[in-house]
């Protein structure tokens, strides 16, 4: 493994066929949060776009303690709240939304795309936002598109945000016109230095017709037709690829880009797609794994030998003990995902060892027993579940700081490992 070529070529080629994996399967109580959560880093990337739950009072509460108050900036997210004449059908929750939405455009003329995000107080009263979408972008038309879709905590697990708004983009995407050429589109919020760099390296391997979903500003919404191809940035984009492949579309089959490996599965499904010989494609992404693995080999002083067990959060969970198992050695006990999608993970799941645990959806309680006594050296968990094993003395890593941090690419890749080292740093200093 010590050239850029062999690492690369690991990885198992599309249509080598998914190994099968038992997989534990529980449907019992879950500790995770909702989809409102993506809206803190969806308003970032989305310049121009202005998220406005419909929602209660909690609603408002979790937005702003998970995006930490904004006292100077103007925040680019806010919640209509329902209350209790809403809540018991005594007042016309729809004009009331109108009234809100014009005096937010009227004071917010910058804003160009607006969503109206459901909660489940929205849900309970079965407030119908894609018809008061559509009925205010009628009003609206020409100075602000508004689209919906729903981050309720009801069934849905934080990261199935992202996904909805994503989808609910999908139709807005202009029509590629008949035999225009091939066009790769990268589906799933990065941070912007993130994806500076996946440009660049697509530039470098001779991809020049790439954008980004979703772009930067709402108007810069790709083109889309058969000749796209479609490469998930991210695991739990379920809803949007089905909505991309429905308008002919077609997703290239890649592990994801975490770690110098992941990284390099990606980047390279998409040099296949586009016939780029594989020197080059050596010559293009050598340099960022040579980064990447020099970044690690600090890294695995405090984590090759660990063991690490996960509870279901974000649907990264399978890539990230990919990456943690191969490139940094560490021992997986149990991997848990809210959902498991085995063809959006194929390649993932046949790179993991072959003794590792999956598990799909919960059951806390049992969970807990499993994880208490397998004695990890570190959790990966939500918040709720964190301070009650941190009490334990198990030490744990929030799964919602993946979500914050950018971890993608070659560069990043040390600071993904950093996320996992810092925790047990600290508590082995808090041991001495
Ligand atoms: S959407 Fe539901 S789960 Fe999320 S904060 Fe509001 S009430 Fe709570």
Known sequence: M???????HMAPQAGAGPIERPVIRERGQREVFCGLTGIIWLHRKIQDAFFLVVGSRTCAHLIQSAAGVMIFAEPRFATAI????????????NDELDRVVTRLIERRPEIKLLFLVGSCPSEVIKLDLSRAAQRLSRQMAGQVRVLNYSGSGIETTFTQGEDACLAALVPEMPKAPAGAAPNLLVVGALAD??????RRLFDELG???VAFLPPRRSSDLPAIGPNTRILLAQPFLTDTAAALEARGAQRL?????LGAEGTAGWLRAAANAWGVDTQTFDQVVAPGIGRARSALTRAKVHLAGKSIFFF????LEIPL??????????TLIEVGTPYLHRQHLSMELDLLPADVTLSEGQDVDRQLDRCRAAHPDIVVCGLGLANPLEAEGITTKWSIELLFTPIQGFDQAGDLAELFTRPLVRRARLAV
């Open 321 to 330: 003990a990919r990456f943690l198992a191969r490139e940094l050695d560490m």
């Open 207 to 209: 991809i020049d017709q």
């Open 253 to 257: 089959e890649a592990p994801f880009p």
């Open 312 to 315: 279901p959060d974000s649907q």
């Open 2 to 8: 010590s050239s850029a070529g062999a690492l690369v």
């Open 82 to 93: 329902l209350d209790e004449r809403d809540l018991a059908g005594l007042a016309d929750a």
């Open 193 to 198: 230095v993130v994806e500076d760099q996946m």
